[in-house]
């Protein structure tokens, strides 16, 4: 099953390269919003998470919608659950990087290192994090 | 076994890109605080060592692969080009020549970027 499940066709490669990359750049971009915002570098953070988290986001989720169309995975009766577990975290991080990008961005206008604009945007960077460790147990274990 | 193996050198490679991010926002001028270096440097020695002990575990677990592959000894290389890289950029960050350390960093992020394409790709396999 191991064995299977390292056998890929080649021309599922760049798809799988490009979900992978972004993946990699959101979660390094996170922890960069994570670090500047809890050392209270709110203009970091906030550059971060809009020139960082929402580009890299877009290039995941753009990859895992090539892949999937690729593997034809949303085809199957049932839907893996691995796939769904993806979607659950992906999608739902978009309306959280939405947030925390407002968030910080008026902490930054308003020139205020902490209070709730700061906080609100540290515990949802914190959240999406949590969300992306979960994303990458599901998608290298992938459950059934 | 082998997708807990898979989760833990992913776990690790996401580490190195973690540092791969912090050092990028200082080379494009970012400030850069005792904090971040801290916790990019520790990111990179856990993942650097992470990436390698799991990486040539999964090459030992699968029967398809073997030790001497092309595309395992071609990764171990950028491997410890990769290292040897953020070795030096460790030490010299902080020092007179920004220049040269951004340079050594840009040439490591490349590194790793080839290295996710060895693992994609997986050349000669």
Known sequence: ?144 | MYHALLFFHMIAAFLLAVTIVMYSAVALGATSSPRMLFVADRCWDVGGLGTLIFGIWLALNLEQYDFFDFWILLALALWFVATGLGQSVQRRMGGEDMAAVNAMHWIRTIVVIALLVTMVWKPGA
């Open chain 1, 1 to 144: 099953m191991s064995a299977l499940a390292a056998i890929r066709p080649d021309d599922w490669n760049i798809a799988l390269f490009v979900h992978i990359l972004g993946a990699m750049a959101l979660v390094g971009s996170l922890a960069l919003v994570l670090v500047a915002l809890a050392g209270r570098d709110l203009r970091l953070g906030y550059r971060a998470l809009l020139l960082g988290v929402l580009p890299s986001w877009i290039v995941m989720r753009g990859g895992a919608e090539w892949i999937a169309e690729k593997e034809k995975v949303n085809d199957l009766d049932p839907v893996p659950s691995w796939v769904d577990v993806g979607y659950s975290v992906s999608d739902p991080m978009l309306l959280l990087i939405i947030i925390s990008t407002v968030c910080a961005g008026l902490a930054v206008r308003r020139q205020r290192q902490d209070g709730p604009l700061r906080g609100t945007a540290l515990v949802m960077t914190v959240i999406m994090l949590v969300a992306a460790f979960v994303a990458v147990w599901a998608m290298s274990t992938k459950p059934t």
